[in-house]
């Protein structure tokens, strides 16, 4: 929500959140009647932790972050914050245990199928945009991906800046196919493990174990993968890429960057402060 959201629409975006996170749910696994009912009430018990429990903590991650902007952080700095990103990621899943395992064991054998279909369909529109024409047109199409989050933050570059970040992007290991075995792996791993929970017809208490050590696996993937080489490689270009924009940037495009947070800082305050 906040890389689509401008200041005032977060509050708009999160406001509506567990509906469009229904949505999403439904997309995947089409669900029946009495699976909405419960779905849509797990949901709305998922935010208002989420606005009691977390809101007031990204307000410190942002201001956090303006200070951090003012100065010169380094590569250790981001690393530190993206290791943050995933802690709360993960945080917010493992809340969810019990949620998710009530809906894995309400799922049925042609709701897994859905869910198989809408996997593939995934990957190949993933094929579609990212793995098309030549090495230069995958850099090209990667290039400007960033480069429409940088303007988010910072607003629009000049020529000269653009071409220092293009080398910055283009400096990254480039291997698609890569990205796109990791998806499926993570993918398999979720449809064996639904398959088993309706197969077996398994409890709860035998149900949450399995779909966290699907999460725990998936963030400890990166030490334990055959890419792991290629995947530290990633991390590391893609963090010196956000540092050469930093870098590089403006008085101007700071303070365009200083704001945008702030009326994030303010619109999550707002938001938790709303009792629902």
Known sequence: MVVVAGCGALKTAYNHGDTLLYWWIDKYVDLNSDQKIAVKEDIRDLFRWHRKTQL????QILKHGQKQLAGNPTTADLTADYDDIKNRTQLLLNKALPELADLAMSLEPDQIATLEKKFASNNADFRSKNMKGSKEDQNKFRYKKSMEQFELWFGSFSSEQEAIIRKASDARPLDNQIWLDERSRRQQGILTLVQKVQREKLSKEATIPLIKAVIDENFK???QSPHKAFLEASEQASIQLILTV??????EQKAHAQKRMQGWIDDFTALAAEVH
């Open 246 to 251: 930093i870098k590089i940037a403006t008085p």
């Open 56 to 59: 007031l903590d990204y307000v």
């Open 221 to 223: 993937r990166q030490d």
